[in-house]
């Protein structure tokens, strides 16, 4: 299995500020994702973090607002830049090991 | 691309009774359909999954049915108890060893005691 650590595990932003979130897995995992989940909703997939290479965006979510960084296997970030009411969420990384998906504890941003 | 129905939204049963949520999905080459379990303030936990080699899985109280022709799978619980209530997530991923899910909209379990 994969354990997954995430910074911050919760925060308080001011609208117009950016925060990184980093991520930490325990292992080598062959791929790396960040998901949102909005209060009270399911996750949605935000992009797959490539290492040494540009991120892959879903549809809705580009680069500029949430720049991603996968320096190597084990570790990510991601920012959530000039952020807005509407950034308030949980940010969920994951990591794929051996045919599983494993998630971190997420992070918990509000954003006033 | 990918579309996960889940049903129900909300479910309530007693304690030791069981529970069921089915979720549906589209795209017959999903192949890997995994279960997590979040608990208040914590990330999804994967609980259990299934492959689509592989008709139903259990481990211990917790069972997980597939049906490739019908496109959809369950979850059962049995014997349930006051920490099993959270909300459950089912999704669906193409391909052995794409990581990418597709995640239903979850169902919120209240166990009572």
């Known amino acids: 299995s994969a354990v997954i650590s995430q910074k911050p595990s919760r925060d308080i932003c001011q609208r117009g500020t950016s925060l990184t979130i980093q991520c930490q897995v325990d292992s080598q995992v062959t791929m790396m994702f960040w998901y949102r989940q909005q209060p009270g909703q399911s996750l949605t997939l935000i992009a797959t973090?490539?290492?040494?290479?540009?991120?892959?965006?879903e549809s809705g979510f580009v680069i500029d607002k949430f720049p991603i960084s996968r320096p190597n296997l084990t570790f990510s970030t991601l920012t959530v830049s000039n952020m807005s009411p509407e950034d308030s969420s949980i940010y969920l990384c994951?990591?794929?090991?051996?045919?599983?998906?494993?998630f971190g504890e997420g992070s918990w941003l509000t954003v006033v | 691309g990918e579309n996960v129905e889940q049903h129900p939204s909300t479910l309530s049963v007693q304690e030791g009774d069981s529970a069921v949520i089915k979720c549906t999905y589209s795209d017959s080459a999903s192949n890997y359909f995994p279960w997590y379990k979040q608990e208040l303030g914590k990330g999804p936990q994967l609980i259990i999954d299934i492959r689509s080699n592989v008709g139903e899985k259990k481990d211990q109280r917790i069972a997980v049915t597939l049906n490739k022709t019908a496109k959809h799978f369950s979850l059962h619980i049995t014997e349930t108890q006051p920490e099993d209530s959270a909300v459950y997530f089912c999704?669906?991923?193409?391909?052995?060893?794409?990581?990418?899910?597709?995640f239903g909209k979850g169902t919120k379990l209240s166990v009572i005691p």
């Open positions: 973090a490539n290492q040494g290479s540009e991120a892959t965006y």
């Open positions: 994951s990591g794929g090991l051996g045919n599983t998906i494993y």
């Open positions: 999704a669906a991923a193409l391909g052995a060893g794409s990581y990418q899910l597709t």
